[in-house]
């Protein structure tokens, strides 16, 4: 979680509210049942090392990954809509 809160302490807060209406639904899905395993005694601290490497592996394949791609689509369309010049 540590590289979820350096991304939201260096947005701005437009960004802060685009950003969690377009994952909010994922983070709730994601934080709601780890904490209900995590408030189990006996339970949650040995499901604590499964709850990181889960949040590990949601950060990179639902926000990481889709941030990457929108950039390259992003810079793709704007190489594709600039005129080319031919030396």
Do not use: C, H, W
């Not at 390259?72 to 809509?81: H, W």
Request: a negative charge.
């Amino acid at each position: 979680m540590d590289v979820y809160t350096i991304i939201i302490t260096e947005m701005t807060k437009e960004e802060r509210e685009e950003f969690m209406s377009k994952y909010e639904r994922i983070l709730l899905g994601f934080s709601i049942p780890a904490t209900m395993i995590m408030s189990v005694p006996f339970v949650g601290p040995f499901a604590l090392g499964f709850v990181q490497s889960a949040v590990a592996e949601l950060y990179y394949t639902e926000m990481y990954k889709n941030e990457v791609e929108d950039k390259e689509r992003a810079e793709q369309d704007a190489l594709q809509s600039s005129p080319t010049s031919i030396v």
